[in-house]
Structures are given as C-alpha cells and as structure tokens.
C-alpha cells in the first residue's frame, strides 16, 4: 500500500486528503498522484473536493508536455491548489491517476498571470536510471532551455505572455516550499473539508480525525 496507515473502509477516501505528502522525509521523497503523462496536449486535473480525475481541456496548440505532472496531496499553494509536481526523465509512460514516489531535486519558480504556481521538480526514486541525478543542475542547461520555453509559450494560442518563470533552484528551497504549502493546507483548506463520513456509519479514518482535535 501507498503509505497510508488506515484499515479498509466501505467507501473511498479522497486520497488528496488522506496520503501523505513525504513517502520518505529525510531522504526526500514525495507521494505523487500523476494528473498528466509526457508527450501529451490534455490537461487532465484533480477535483480537490472529490479526488475524481477530470479532462480540464485539450492543449490550444501541439506543445505537449515534456515531463510527467502531479500533485502533492496534502499540500496548497498560493495559487488555490495543490502544490504541482514535475517527474523529469521518465523510462516508460506513467498512468493517470496512479500514485508514484518522487525524489526531490529542485523547484522551478513560476509567475502565471499574477499568481506563483511553482513546479516541483524530482525523479522516480526506484529508477535506477535517474539515481546519479540529484539536482537540477545534474539535468544539464538544455533542460532548463526546454522546460522555461514550455511554461512561457504553451498559452500563446490563448493569453500570450501570462506565464513568466522565474528560475531555479535547488532541493533545499524546494523542501522549504513544500513545507509552507503543507502548512497552508493544514491552516486554510483542511478546515473546511466537510466532518461527515460518505458511509452509513463513521469510517475509522473520520473517527481518528475527530479525536485529534
């Protein structure tokens, strides 16, 4: 099981709500929920209320996504979702809507029309392949060349000029900004989620919650 330390339950939990954001903290892996594989123009997206996996729309031009893309539950960031998530270097293609464990290797800042919508970057942490890299800079500058032109040009069919990167950093900012985006979920969306279970009777997971307030 993906880390979640919960007992069977009748009905489905919201896995953006109930996995956790670390796989392993100190070593620097994250659970990652796949929304988008490489190579592709749709954009498909996480509804937060409900967990569903939602076709959000079809690209407006042929630049396809040059990365796999996620999100890290149990984060928000400032832009009203959660923190997203770049897999660089991927072997084979990977399922939306599965889950994945990630290793950190850097974030890159970005400005979508007024709002910071940072990506995450990282690397599938059971694939031997991508083991020697441990940084961004370990991807080379045509990396960075292709993933800024990417995120400054794929809306120019729609709102030119809307998405501005503003760089690259490293794993130590990345984790700092990941830590604030589990904070800000802890203060201003997990207060609102609803207290009610969707089964019959209360699930363990609803009980255990409440007894911790």
């Keep these: 099981m993906a880390n979640i330390d919960m007992k069977p339950q009748r009905c489905m939990p919201n896995i953006l709500h109930v996995l956790p954001p670390y796989a392993n903290e100190e070593e620097g892996v994250l659970n990652v929920i796949i929304e988008i594989n490489s190579m592709t123009i749709n954009k498909y997206e996480l509804i937060t209320e409900t967990g569903h996996l939602k076709l959000d729309r079809v690209g407006y031009s042929s630049l396809a996504y040059p990365f796999a893309y996620g999100a890290i539950p149990m984060t928000w960031d400032e832009d009203g979702d959660p923190l997203d998530i770049e897999i660089v270097n991927v072997t084979e293609p990977l399922m939306p809507g599965s889950i994945v464990e990630a290793r950190i290797i850097g974030i890159m800042k970005f400005n979508d029309g007024g709002e910071t919508d940072d990506k995450v970057i990282a690397v599938l942490s059971e694939d031997k392949r991508v083991g020697h890299i441990k940084s961004v800079a370990d991807l080379g500058e045509q990396f960075e060349k292709e993933t800024t032109y990417y995120w400054e040009h794929y809306k120019d069919l729609k709102k030119p000029g809307t998405g501005k990167v503003e760089g690259f950093f490293d794993t130590a900012k990345a984790k700092e900004i990941i830590k604030e985006c589990i904070e800000r979920y ?28």
């Design 186 to 213: 802890n203060k201003e969306y997990k207060p609102k989620m609803e207290e009610s279970c969707c089964c019959d009777e209360e699930c363990d997971y609803c009980k255990e919650e409440k007894s911790k307030k």
